[in-house]
């Protein structure tokens, strides 16, 4: 059932996600638009995000939106709801409420351990985007493996003193206790500033064709998990999910890459860790449990289903 | 005392253990049916040896890869004996290879055809034939009598359109075809023919059978189209045909030596959702090559089969197989891709599909959404299938010869694409 809607407020609004935006020019959203978007989330009875560029909007704009209850998404230094970090650096002086993103590429993630170590006990909660995911090699995954357990030693420390930061790559998974996706196209569509659906601003960043209309998706199923052959029996129950990342990767939009899930179960064999660590000193979630298991990617698996 | 029998309907060799690679040797064809689903046949478009060599190694060398038990490769175009020369070249090259690397497929191998019967005799097709006997397989299609054939299988014009594309004449190609069948069969005398129908070709199915079977062709494999051709009221004149054919079969005897696809005690039944969730379709698990050295999960994925949609290319002979762009076709399953009403359909089993025509026929660009354009020509062949099975047992059990039928009976199941 849809629940959200995401407005892109410019062209130049800020990426949260997987997704580079590659609109560098300011381009607002019509105020037509705008009004019909959050028409629409109020008949349709949507949460709407807001997603920021890295200006102040004219006074009109901002008198529209705060005609109705919503989440914004910004850009480091505005104040926000979710704050999108510029990099490494700006994430040290965000607010400390907000949830806070970091995209950033393997290369400089697996370089900068100890400077995210130290700054996980200052965050209430981080979405780290590995913003180049699908080209993840056996070689990173070794890398990736020595980050997660060097953040899994900073995390278990602080939940031990009753600090809990939460890292999406590594405490989401130790808390669910079923899938947690993205779900675009099913929970979530974007208005873009051509006054457009799409399924999500990643659709609309590469290829401003590939609209749609919300009322009338064309194989709305193959977006749902039942309809993802190899999702449908994953516990990786963390994993985004991105469907945009899926079509581009193998074409489909219920097909994830093998890198994908290598990393997800990288991530998630490493939360099972992390919880084990945590349970040998307290009592820990003892709803949760994650099982071991001998593999990476559930393609490699699928027969025994 | 013979066991009393009746001709099943034949599996394919190493059914479901051999991995199908598929050589597109040329996009031209001496014929332009007008039911061929290859709407972009050419004359341009011809592998050149370079490329078939690149391929054949890509493929040998990457053993690892290729697992399977054994494998055919399989020529087709347009018309694969157009191109005898680079054929016979490649299956030389083939045969070399897998010897020198001491493949595991160089003891499990064939070489599979399937053409439109005109150079058949030719001394470099038989050649050929002679060269690699105990490997090949061939298939002639001929659509059954005179009319019912010329009705689609035509010749092209002799010119090619602005878009270098053939056209049909209106020049059938019956009697060019049917004068090869008796020297195929002497060499193959299992061999069976294709037959495809259409919307148009449907009063002529039961004759055409009997036709082939006069022939002396024993295995009639024949389908109908998965495209959606389907006019008000076929389904019912399809039904009337069969049949007309189920009581030509039974009456003359014909079920003893001869088989008919279209008949098999395998459809029609409800499907369950997760002993029978497989695939119908091999694409994905087959691997073909074209001119350029592009790579297709099933030739129906190159551009020139496609009316609406493009290319699904998983790689090519340089760079090899992208196994990310596979994972949707190894994943798929009969659940995922069918919509409500065939997953509640009660007479499911054998409505066949084909992942080409669902991707290009889909509303996105996508293989998980099945084409349905057959339906009701299933729903028709079920009927017609029941009243053929419950006239031939009831035949049986009049003259005696139920148990011994069932006794002897093969299990053989449909074939998947």
């Known amino acids: ?305 | 005392m013979d066991l009393y029998k009746i001709k099943d309907n034949e599996p394919a060799w190493q059914s479901g253990m051999s991995k199908n690679i598929t050589f597109i040797v040329t996009k031209d064809c001496q014929l332009a049916c007008k039911y061929c689903y290859l709407v972009g046949k050419n004359v341009k478009e011809r592998m050149s040896w370079e490329t078939a060599k690149t391929f054949v190694d890509y493929v040998l060398e990457h053993e690892d890869e290729f697992r399977e038990e054994s494998v055919v490769w399989d020529f087709i175009g347009g018309e694969p004996f157009l191109e005898i020369e680079l054929i016979d070249k490649i299956c030389d090259y083939l045969k070399l290879r897998m010897f020198e690397l001491n493949h595991h497929w160089f003891n499990s191998y064939r070489f599979s055809f399937s053409t439109n019967g005109i150079n058949y005799h030719t001394s470099e097709v038989q050649s050929f034939i002679k060269k690699n006997r105990e490997h090949i397989s061939i298939g002639i299609t001929i659509d059954g009598t005179e009319k019912k054939h010329d009705l689609n299988r035509v010749w092209k014009q002799p010119t090619a359109d602005a878009n270098g594309l053939t056209q049909p004449s209106e020049r059938g190609s019956y009697k060019d075809v049917v004068k090869n069948i008796p020297l195929w069969l002497s060499q193959f005398p299992d061999a069976g023919t294709k037959v495809t129908i259409s919307s148009a070709d449907i009063p002529y199915i039961k004759e055409s059978v009997l036709h082939l079977y006069s022939l002396g062709i024993h295995q009639v494999n024949i389908n109908v189209v998965f495209e959606d051709v389907w006019q008000e009221g076929d389904d019912a004149r399809f039904e009337e045909q069969l049949m007309e054919l189920a009581d030509a079969i039974i009456d003359g005897g014909w079920y003893q030596d001869y088989a008919c696809s279209f008949f098999s005690e395998h459809i029609g039944k409800s499907l369950d959702p997760e002993r029978d969730n497989q695939n119908w379709c091999g694409a994905g698990r087959m691997l073909s090559v074209d001119a350029a050295g592009n790579l297709y999960p099933c030739t129906r994925f190159a551009q020139y089969s496609l009316r609406s949609k493009k290319a699904l290319i998983i790689g090519n002979i340089k760079d090899g197989i992208n196994e990310n762009l596979l994972r949707p076709f190894l994943t798929l399953d009969r659940i995922t891709q069918s919509p409500q009403k065939c997953l509640d359909c009660e007479v499911a089993s054998g409505c066949a599909w084909c992942q080409g025509e669902n991707y290009d026929a889909a509303q996105t660009n996508t293989i998980y959404e099945r084409s349905t354009a057959i339906c009701l020509m299933h729903k028709a062949r079920v009927r017609a299938n029941n009243y053929y099975w419950n006239k031939l047992y009831r035949k049986l059990e009049l003259e005696g010869r139920r148990e011994e039928f069932e006794k002897n009976e093969r299990d053989v199941k449909p074939e998947i694409c």
């Open chain 1, 1 to 305: 059932m849809m629940q959200y809607l995401v407005i892109l407020l410019d062209d130049s609004s800020v990426s949260y996600c997987h997704c580079d935006n590659p609109h560098k020019e300011h381009h607002l959203i019509g105020l037509d638009d705008l009004r019909a978007g959050i028409l629409y989330a109020m008949k349709q009875n949507l949460m709407i995000q807001f997603v920021y560029p890295d200006y102040e909007l004219p006074q009109e704009y901002l008198d529209v939106i705060d005609t109705i209850d919503h989440h914004d998404i910004v850009p480091h230094p505005m104040k926000g709801d979710v704050v999108v970090a510029k990099d490494l650096e700006t994430l040290t002086s965000m607010q400390a409420d907000a949830v806070a993103v970091l995209r950033i590429g393997k290369a400089e993630l697996f370089a900068s351990g100890e400077a995210i170590a130290a700054i996980l006990p200052k965050v209430q909660r981080l979405n780290i985007v590995i913003t180049d995911i699908d080209t993840f090699t056996d070689d990173d995954l070794k890398q990736y493996n020595s980050l997660l357990s060097r953040l899994n030693e900073v995390l278990k420390e602080e939940y031990l003193t009753g600090h809990t930061p939460q890292l999406n790559l590594l405490t989401d998974r130790m808390m669910l206790t079923k899938p947690n996706h993205c779900n675009a196209g099913v929970e979530n569509i974007t208005l873009a500033p051509n006054g457009r659906y799409y399924f999500c601003p990643a659709f609309y960043y590469s290829n401003p064709d590939d609209s749609i209309d919300p009322q009338a998706i064309p194989n709305q199923q193959l977006l749902r998990l039942d309809h993802a052959p190899l999702c449908r029996h994953c516990d990786a129950y963390h994993c985004r999910r991105c469907v945009w990342l899926n079509r581009k990767t193998t074409l489909e939009v219920n097909t994830p890459s093998h890198e994908q899930c290598v990393a997800a179960h990288t991530e998630r064999n490493a939360a099972r860790q992390l919880l084990e660590a945590i349970r040998q000193k307290a009592t820990f979630m003892p709803e949760v449990e994650i099982k071991e298991i001998n593999y990476l990617d559930p393609f490699d698996v699928r027969k025994e289903w």
